[in-house]
Structure formats: C-alpha cells, structure tokens
Nanobody
C-alpha cells in the first residue's frame, strides 16, 4: 500500500507565504506526476500545479507567478511554495501522486491540509 501525507497548512494573512509538503511512502517503484489540487467550500476540486518526474511543471493561471512546485525524487516528496497569498487561495489542499507499482500506475491522494488566508 501507498501512503500520502501532506503538511504545512495553516492560517496566514493576505500577502504572506506558506510551504506545503507532501511525502509518499510504501510499496512503489517510482512516482510519475505529482501534483497539488485544492477545494474551497462549495466548489469543485481544481488543479493548482503539477510536476513530472523530470521536473516539467504546470500551473493554474490563478497561481502563476506566486506558487512554485518542486520535488525531491530521492525522498518521494513534493513541495508547494505559496507566496503573495490571497483570500481566494483559502481551501483544502490535496496532494496527488501517480505511483508506478510495476507495470501499472495508480493515483493516490493525501487527506488534505487546510490553508486559510485572512484579509
């Protein structure tokens, strides 16, 4: 089995910064794409950023220039540095890992971490 655990959420004032961390562990050969998604109350879950195993990144337009995704393949860990936070960034942030388990890839999700940005 594979476990995905996020950390680093919290309460911050608008304009502030937070860094989210997501670590995957368990039975796996490697992790392909890793990503961060978020879901605000009453809204659908949306993509924030993804990063491939070779470092190719993709960002939602709403976070471009403010958020940076990175990963450490040796630690099976992905990070999300969030700067210039806005109240509309308030959401539960979820980590997604696409795990290669030998011949097939399976997606795994973390339990989510709350990010609250006050105005």
């Amino acid at each position: 089995q594979v476990q995905v655990v996020e950390s680093g959420g919290g309460l911050v004032q608008a304009g502030g910064s937070l860094r989210l961390t997501c670590a995957a562990s368990g039975s796996m050969f490697s992790i392909n794409v890793m990503g961060w998604y978020r879901q605000a109350p009453g809204k659908r879950r949306e993509l924030v950023a993804t990063i491939s195993s070779i470092g190719l990144t993709n960002y939602a337009d709403s976070v471009k220039g403010r958020f940076t995704i990175s990963r450490d393949n040796a630690k099976n860990t992905v990070y999300l540095q969030m700067n210039s936070l806005k109240p509309e960034d308030t959401a539960v942030y979820y980590c997604n890992c696409n795990v290669d388990r030998g011949g097939y890839t399976s997606p795994y999700w973390g339990q989510g971490t709350q990010v609250t940005v006050s105005s």
